[in-house]
């Protein structure tokens, strides 16, 4: 059951509903086979609105704001453990009624996307990595290193400064993509909503376990997009079967950096007809 909005970043398409205590903000666009989009640390579903004007005309497009992040907020048991999130996700998903679904996941989303085909194989049709996060050796993003600052975490919970969410977008980008002054405004006013900043403290200072070794076991097939300005990981080499695509010029944020380019490589991977040209 899913509530109207009532919330500022909301629109017509906005849902909400109830997962485990956490009150959700999704949408739900689109028909034909279902694709689960999860965004990265610090971002929203809104990283994807310029793929899924693309992609709802052929394929039913879910999205939502993952614990501690967006319009959905903290958890109130504060536990962003990869974990937590995969059994998010899934019961999510159950109350969807989805059984089954194409997932595709940028960064933390990707983390979460493979681990979601690990230990539920059964939801995962097909699965897309964005820029994926999982193995140990990973760089962290600016904004992860300061939330792992002793001296700043107690700032930073009381205050996320928009010049801040400026550098660090700034320093997540590669040269094909200008930050404008609404991407700045929209993650800054997502990150000072209640709760928000001392959830991503939460989430940068939990500790994660190494679950590499476990990537091997994924058996869905799997495209690995990577942009050439982000160290590769191994997801190609340990996944049977997986392929990958890199896009020039492109860093951290691939889903609002090459939207055109990463909705053709997912159409490809699932099979569906190619995107009208734009006209």
């Not at 962003?80 to 960064?107: C, M, P, Q, T, W």
């Not at 991407?183 to 403290?201: E, K, Q, Y």
């Not at 191994?234 to 695509?245: L, Q, T, W």
């Amino acid at each position: 059951m899913s509530e109207p909005h009532t919330d500022a970043y909301a629109d017509e398409e906005s849902r909400f509903t109830w997962v485990n205590g956490v009150r959700v903000h999704f949408k739900r666009e689109g028909g034909g086979p279902p694709l689960l989009l999860l965004h990265g640390s610090g971002s929203s579903l809104h990283a994807f609105d310029p793929m899924v004007e693309d992609l709802k005309t052929d394929c039913e497009v879910i999205r939502l704001d993952l614990p501690g992040f967006g319009l959905t907020g903290p958890r109130p048991d504060r536990d962003y453990r990869i974990e937590a999130y995969v059994s998010f996700v899934d019961e999510f998903l159950a109350g969807l009624g989805l059984d089954k679904v194409n997932v595709a996941g940028n960064s933390l989303g990707g983390n979460i996307a493979w681990n979601l085909a690990v230990e539920h194989p059964q939801r995962v049709q097909r699965l897309i990595l964005m820029n994926a996060t999982g193995y140990p050796e990973k760089s962290l993003p600016q904004a992860l290193r300061m939330a792992r600052n002793p001296v700043l975490r107690p700032l930073l919970r009381r205050w996320a400064p928009s010049g801040a969410a400026e550098q660090n977008l700034r320093g997540s980008v590669g040269p094909r993509m200008q930050v404008d002054q609404a991407l700045v405004d929209r993650v800054t006013a997502m990150m000072n909503r209640p709760g928000n900043r001392s959830a991503f403290i939460d989430f940068a200072n939990t500790d994660q376990p190494d679950r590499s070794a476990r990537i091997a076991e994924i058996t869905a097939p799997t495209l690995v997009l990577r942009g050439d300005l982000i160290d590769g990981q191994h997801f190609r080499r340990d996944i049977p079967g997986s392929y990958e695509v890199v896009l020039a010029g492109i860093g951290h944020l691939m889903p609002e950096e090459a939207p055109a380019e990463v909705a053709e490589a997912i159409r490809a991977h699932l099979g569906l007809p190619a995107a009208a040209p734009q006209e």
